[in-house]
Nanobody
């Protein structure tokens, strides 16, 4: 079983950038389709972006397309989320997740493994 730990969150001004990292232990991250989700206070957890096992394909939610980029370095057992042009509505706890399905998938129920989350706050 894989354990996931997120890092890189923090406070940033509107228009700024952050890069989140998700480091895996226990099993190699290359065994999983990986994704980022986020959850704002009082809201449901929502899909942000996903990437295939070898990094050959990605898919992002419309609200982050052109601003956020998911990537992975399987040699470092790490998945990244580069976030640019941040907006106050991007404020949330960001979660890294891993799925045993060998395809891009956006629903939370497809992901069996979750990190503890990292807080991102974007000030206006």
């Amino acid at each position: 079983q894989v354990q996931l730990v997120e890092s890189g969150g923090g406070l940033v001004q509107t228009g700024g950038s952050l890069r989140l990292s998700c480091t895996a232990s226990g099993r190699t991250v290359s065994s999983y389709t990986m994704a980022w989700f986020r959850q704002a206070p009082g809201q449901e957890r929502e899909f942000v972006a996903t990437i295939t096992r070898n990094g050959g394909a990605t898919y992002s939610a419309d609200r982050v397309k052109g601003r956020f980029t998911i990537s992975r370095d399987n040699a470092k057992n790490t998945v990244y989320l580069q976030m640019n042009l941040l907006k106050p509505e991007d404020t949330a706890v960001y979660y890294c997740a891993g799925s045993n399905l060998n395809t891009l998938v956006v629903r939370t129920s497809a992901y069996a493994y979750w990190g503890q989350g990292t807080q991102v706050n974007v000030s206006s």
